[in-house]
């Protein structure tokens, strides 16, 4: 296959000015480098394509591809991770992972913990502040944490984030509303065991790869896996997988999350159990890290003893069987293009 591979690239962002937390989810030049290996080592041909204002260049020039490997997590907007995926739609040319209606939806915490809790699945009482005006409404027991309701890669949490009284309550909220300029999540404090569930498949086909246990060592910020934490985590967390009852129930409450949610082809669900030992979704991540060493999946996966190139073989499996049923869309764009729309849809009659 022809394989177009789009994301954004953090040193580019750097260079125009970007700072390092602003940019704490984009790919490094490794990721890069090795996906497109790995591809390649797959038996597929790969061209760069790099972020949407280059997508938007390569596609108005009339290039096409068998298949979009999408990690691009775009800069602005409540549905920025969408923007990709919703201009391929729009070309008819087939993607890896999820949707534009789930990234709009997992992006945002409040309204991905909304659907899971509606679908009666466990996650911790929260609430949504627009302003520091909101906050004497706020009704929740002490202790509780507070973070942006949509960023990732442990942006915008650190260790003032857990919140013991009022007076920090405000004093964090006023920094997030000023530093991410976007509406503030606040959640009871969970202080259970931390897990992140690696998951493949979409829908009914949906299985969790393994559960992975995020420990804290002791140079870390105590208990929470902070932006710091994920940032230095081969110097401050412990992974380890588990099996033991909580983390099969881990297991149990990702999956059936990720089918909520309506993610697709892999990613991750995490969670934290509360006092009681009774794991929580804390938010799902359908544009999981694949550096090979640094993120979460691809640890996970390692220790479960399956390799980088599996993994990235894995994904590929399961976007084509997700798409085989469908015409091949690239090819009828062109038709529409050349022939003309009647023309084209009397070949298709």
């Known amino acids: 296959m022809k394989i177009g591979l789009t994301y954004d690239l953090r040193d580019v962002y750097l260079a125009e000015g970007y700072s390092e937390e602003e940019t704490a989810e984009f790919d490094r030049a490794d990721t890069i480098e ?54 391929l739609d729009a070309y008819g040319i087939p993607y890896t992972f999820s949707d534009p209606l789930s990234l709009c939806v997992t992006l945002d915490k409040s309204v991905a913990k909304r659907l899971v809790r509606d679908a009666g699945l466990p996650t911790a009482p929260f ?17 509780i944490f507070a973070k942006p309701v949509r960023e990732g890669t442990g942006k915008g949490i650190s260790g003032a984030s857990k919140l013991g009284c009022s007076d ?7 920094k997030l509303f000023a530093t ?39 140079n870390a910020d105590a208990e929470v896996y902070s932006y710091a934490n994920k940032e230095w985590c081969e110097e401050r967390v412990l992974y380890r997988l588990v099996d033991d009852d909580e ?54 996966c390692a220790l479960q003893g399956i390799s ?19 015409v091949a869309l690239c090819e009828s764009r062109k038709s529409h293009e050349s022939l003309g729309k009647g023309a084209a849809r009397e070949r298709w009659a």
């Open 127 to 143: 609430v949504v502040v627009n302003d520091l005006k909101d906050l004497p409404q706020v009704r929740l027991p002490w202790p």
């Open 168 to 174: 920090e309550l405000v004093k964090v909220c006023a």
């Open 34 to 87: 090795a996906l497109e290996r790995e591809l390649r080592a797959l038996g597929h041909q790969t061209e760069r394509i790099g972020r949407l204002k280059n997508l938007v260049e390569r596609l108005a020039s009339g290039d096409c591809w068998d298949l979009v490997f999408n990690i691009a997590e775009g800069l602005w907007g409540s549905g920025r991770e969408a923007q990709v995926p919703a201009l």
């Open 247 to 300: 983390a099969r129930e881990a297991a149990r409450v990702a999956v059936e999350s990720w089918k909520v949610l309506g993610c697709q082809d892999a990613g991750r669900i995490d969670l934290r159990s509360d006092d009681a030992g009774r794991p929580q979704f804390l938010e799902a991540n359908p544009l999981a890290g694949l550096h090979p060493h640094h993120s979460d999946l691809p640890i996970l």
């Open 308 to 326: 980088y190139r599996e993994l990235i073989g894995a994904i590929l499996d399961e976007a084509r069987q997700r798409v085989a049923g469908n």
């Open 180 to 218: 991410f300029r976007q509406p503030v999540l606040l959640e009871t404090f969970l202080p259970g065991r931390e897990f992140t569930v690696g998951l493949l498949g979409s829908g009914r086909t949906t299985r969790a790869l393994g559960v992975m246990e995020v420990v804290l060592r002791e």
